[in-house]
Each structure stands twice: as structure tokens, then as C-alpha cells.
T-cell receptor, first 112, second 113 residues
Framework: DAKTTQPNSMESNEEEPVHLPCNHSTISGTDYIHWYRQLPSQGPEYVIHGLTSNVNNRMASLAIAEDRKSSTLILHRATLRDAAVYYCILRGPFSNTGKLIFGQGTTLQVKP | AAGVIQSPRHLIKEKRETATLKCYPIPRHDTVYWYQQGPGQDPQFLISFYEKMQSDKGSIPDRFSAQQFSDYHSELNMSSLELGDSALYFC????????????FGPGTRLTVL
């Protein structure tokens, strides 16, 4: 499975945008980029996923570089509830199942 | 909306005892995944089932076994418990298609004394 690299931690102020980067230089042409987050004392939660084009949903936006070697999760207005560990995960369509392989994520701290 | 249900939420066992964790997926979800998260660690995939058949296996000890029943609920059986098995165990479910998003339960916190 292709590897992702994320910063250990990031800080943001409440109500400001947050850009969480992820490098995946060994991504294959068929790998999807998924983002999950884990709030304190909770199970992981799906955020967004994409293949090539930028994606938006009610929670966030995903910006994917043209060469697909990196992506950025964008939270448009951070709230205290967004403080969590954010995981960038690659999932290929030809793997046996859709298991998630969690690497080291980014711990986001949101300051009031 | 219905979510993934896990029981029990907390479990305390002695070394060498046996534990059974249960997972009830979201209705109409046909795939169940089990993950283990040790203290200060990231979740690690253990095993998954699709339509009651084991579909993938991760770093699951031989002392652990799991199955998915006809009603799609799943059980993770853990025998000869060791101190290192103390962890949060998450179950997740997804609908048809391995690349559908996974919905996680609240987890079972297992403490082995």
C-alpha cells in the first residue's frame, strides 16, 4: 500500500480556515485519497474522498494536486469541535477489501 | 439515523481469560471491519467480513477469532488474554462496495489486568 506523510500537529484559531496537507508521492493511478478524523474518545469518522478532481461536501473540501502526489484537506471555518486527529489514507480499487490503513495523522488543535 | 452498535462499551478481564466483543452494523450494511487501537497509537486493522465470509485479515493474533452471523452482526472472540491486548476495539461497517465510507462504532475499551 502506498504511504502517506502528514505533519504531526497543526494549530488553528477558531473560525479561521485550516489547510491540512498530505504527501503521497508513490500514489498509483487508481488509488483514491480518503480523509478520516478521530475526535477524542470516539471512533474515526469519514470526512471526504477523491480521485483526481477537487471535491466539496458539507464538512470540508479536498484539493488534489495535478500530479496527485499531494492533497490538502480544507476546513473552511474551524470550530472547537474540529479538534481531532486527521488521517489521510490511500485506498486502491484492486485491494482485497476496503480496509483502512491508518498511518500517523495530524493532530489539529483549535484555539478559541 | 442508526449507527454502529458495539457491546459492551467497557470490559475488564484478567490475564488468560476470554472476552467476546459484539458489533451490530448499520442496517443493510454487508461489510464489517474490526480495528484495534492501543494507548497512544493509531487504529490497526484486524479482520473484515463481507456477506458473512472473511474477506481480509490483518495483524490479528491467532488467539483471536471472529465471525459474522446471518443477521450481519459480528463477534470478536479473544482468548488467553494478555496485558498487551488492553486497547480500544472499534467495529466499522460499510454498504456494498469496498470503497464506500466506513461508519465506526463507539468502541469497546478492553482492560486486561
Amino acid at each position: 500500500d502506498a504511504k502517506t506523510t502528514q505533519p504531526n500537529s497543526m494549530e488553528s484559531n477558531e473560525e479561521e480556515p485550516v489547510h491540512l496537507p498530505c504527501n503521497h508521492s508513490t500514489i498509483s493511478g487508481t488509488d483514491y485519497i480518503h480523509w478520516y478524523r478521530q475526535l477524542p474518545s470516539q471512533g474515526p469518522e469519514y470526512v471526504i474522498h477523491g480521485l483526481t478532481s477537487n471535491v466539496n461536501n458539507r464538512m470540508a473540501s479536498l484539493a488534489i494536486a495535478e500530479d496527485r502526489k499531494s492533497s490538502t484537506l480544507i476546513l473552511h471555518r474551524a470550530t472547537l469541535r474540529d479538534a481531532a486527529v486527521y488521517y489521510c489514507i490511500l485506498r486502491g480499487p484492486f485491494s482485497n477489501t476496503g480496509k483502512l490503513i491508518f498511518g500517523q495523522g495530524t493532530t489539529l488543535q483549535v484555539k478559541p | 439515523a442508526a449507527g454502529v452498535i458495539q457491546s459492551p462499551r467497557h470490559l475488564i478481564k484478567e490475564k488468560r481469560e476470554t472476552a467476546t466483543l459484539k458489533c451490530y452494523p448499520i442496517p443493510r450494511h454487508d461489510t464489517v471491519y474490526w480495528y484495534q487501537q492501543g494507548p497512544g497509537q493509531d487504529p490497526q486493522f484486524l479482520i473484515s467480513f463481507y456477506e458473512k465470509m472473511q474477506s481480509d485479515k490483518g495483524s490479528i493474533p491467532d488467539r483471536f477469532s471472529a465471525q459474522q452471523f446471518s443477521d450481519y452482526h459480528s463477534e470478536l472472540n479473544m482468548s488467553s488474554l494478555e496485558l498487551g491486548d488492553s486497547a480500544l476495539y472499534f467495529c466499522a461497517s460499510s454498504g456494498t462496495g469496498a470503497y464506500n465510507e466506513q461508519f465506526f462504532g463507539p468502541g469497546t475499551r478492553l482492560t486486561v489486568l
